[in-house]
């Protein structure tokens, strides 16, 4: 069983690797909002993480921009499949992957 620091670094180096391979390619951008941009792939990187977070931990939480989050479990997952979208999209290689476990207190 790897740990929640384990499965973090894991997935967050999965997404990265997803990112640098599609980060020069042409691809088509929506709007969430003004200013607020998502790729397919957000939506790629998003799924990739849920799957990890699922191959580990099924019955932790995932709260996400890009999908629903589960509710019961003490443990939620924070993610941001890609942060700096804009830069992402116009390919300047400033953006990141954050994600991130708590265990809430009840």
């Known amino acids: 069983m790897r740990t929640l620091l384990?499965?973090?670094i894991y997935a967050a180096k999965e997404v990265?690797?997803?990112q640098r391979e599609r980060l020069f390619d042409e691809m088509e951008t929506e709007s969430k909002g003004e200013g607020d941009l998502v790729t397919e792939v957000d939506r790629l990187c998003d799924e990739?993480?849920?799957?990890i977070i699922r191959a580990h931990?099924?019955?932790h939480d995932v709260?996400?921009?890009e999908g629903p989050v589960g509710e019961g479990s003490p443990y939620k997952w924070i993610i941001d499949p890609l942060d700096g979208t804009l830069n992402y999209a116009h390919a300047y290689p400033f953006f990141v992957s954050p994600l991130v476990c708590r265990k809430?207190?009840?």
Do not use: K
């Open 6 to 8: 384990e499965v973090a």
């Open 16 to 18: 990265g690797e997803i």
């Open 48 to 51: 990739r993480i849920r799957e």
């Open 57 to 59: 931990f099924p019955d």
């Open 63 to 65: 709260l996400s921009e």
């Open 104 to 106: 809430e207190r009840r």
